[in-house]
């Protein structure tokens, strides 16, 4: 966190967007029009500044402006952050600059702001579903024959391991003068690990 203590977070990593099939940034490609998205993160083991952010989650809405892979790589997104409001006050002094610089904070370059928000999660076997105040999500595994998840190898997100491609029945976010809504995409099911330098 800049000039802050030591910090690590990992976990599980969802993710969708408005792409029909597999987001073509994760590729390396240009997607005409932009794209945007719904992106969580549930941490499983954490701290920062000595304070434990095991059981957090996370959601990142964010609008990706630039046809580029270059652009995007270089400018980011911009949107809005959404963290459980059931953290306690010392998890939220230090997820206040965590959030912004670590997480989907590496990709979102303008924040229209960070809320506390009651977040629900609902999960079953290979499916998960998010809902907040303004917005909401299903995912879904994506399996093979066998039973097994599809996965995907070499990604360009150095901070994911385990990538599964997943299915997002539906996706809405309203908020910020914003309102996505897309039926039928393709998403992202992963682990994550980040931690200061």
């Known amino acids: 966190m800049g000039s802050s203590p030591a910090w690590m977070v990992r976990g599980v990593y969802h993710e969708t967007c408005a792409s029909e099939g597999h987001c073509p940034y994760y590729f390396g490609r240009d997607k005409e029009g932009g794209c945007r998205y719904f992106m969580v993160f549930r941490v499983t083991e954490g701290n920062a500044a000595g304070v434990d952010l095991s059981g957090v989650t996370a959601i990142y809405m964010g609008d990706l402006p630039y046809a580029t892979y270059a652009e995007v ?20 002094a230090v997820l206040d600059t965590l959030a912004l610089e670590a997480l989907g904070g590496v ?3 303008r924040v229209l702001g ?13 499916a998960v579903e998010f809902t907040m105040p303004t917005g909401r999500m299903r ?3 994506t399996t093979g024959p066998d ?11 150095p901070f994911l391991s385990n990538v599964k491609a997943a299915h997002a029945p539906f996706w809405v976010w309203a908020d910020h003068d914003r309102h ?3 039926r039928d995409r393709c998403g992202t099911w992963a682990d994550f690990h980040m931690a200061s330098d």
């Not at 949107?79 to 998890?91: C, K, L, S």
């Not at 809320?115 to 999960?123: A, F, G, L, Q």
């Not at 039973?147 to 997100?157: A, C, D």
């Open 180 to 182: 996505f809504e897309y």
């Open 147 to 157: 039973g097994s998840p599809v996965r995907l190898e070499n990604v360009t997100m």
């Open 73 to 92: 790589s270089s400018k980011g997104s911009e949107g809005a952050i959404y963290i459980d409001d059931r953290v306690t006050a010392e998890q939220r």
């Open 107 to 109: 990709l979102m370059k």
């Open 139 to 141: 995912m879904e595994l």
């Open 114 to 126: 960070v809320h506390y928000v009651p977040i629900t999660v609902d999960e079953g076997e290979n």
